[in-house]
């Protein structure tokens, strides 16, 4: 089982993290993908990617202390975080995605869209979302 868990450092995503451990402990043979997104825009560019891979040792840490197989991957492709996900998702052929809900309002999510929103209805293959 191929398990894809969009990461941005976030208590939603340290949830969504969790969740992967415990279904990567109860899948025989399960592998975990955590994927970082940056979308490559600017000049701080540099303090962007360093936080990231803060944030992607941590995630690896997590997994091997539960000795289940991991790989991190920063993705700066000029794609937005659900495009990445989305993409990397089809091209591993994953079985499972999951990604932490963050709690906005309305208008919040009329102006800013929704990573999770948009992975749970493009996504090649289930999403189980983490609150």
């Not at 990617?49 to 944030?55: Q, V």
């Not at 992607?56 to 990445?84: M, N, W």
């Amino acid at each position: 089982m191929k398990i894809v868990v969009g990461y941005d450092g976030s208590n939603a995503a340290k949830d969504a993290l969790r969740l992967a451990r415990t279904h990567g402990k109860a899948f025989d043979n399960a592998g975990v993908f955590v994927l970082r997104s940056i979308s490559g825009r600017s000049s701080e560019d540099a303090e962007d990617i360093k936080e990231a891979e803060g944030d992607l040792e941590y995630a690896q840490k997590l997994f091997d202390e539960a000795g289940i197989p991991c790989e991190t991957h920063l993705l700066v492709r000029g794609l937005s975080p659900a495009e990445d996900i989305i993409q990397f998702a089809e091209d591993n052929k994953s079985d499972e995605i999951i990604v932490g809900v963050r709690r906005r309002s309305r208008v919040g999510k009329a102006l800013f869209g929704s990573t999770s929103r948009h992975v749970i209805m493009e996504a090649p293959c289930p999403v189980v979302t983490v609150r």
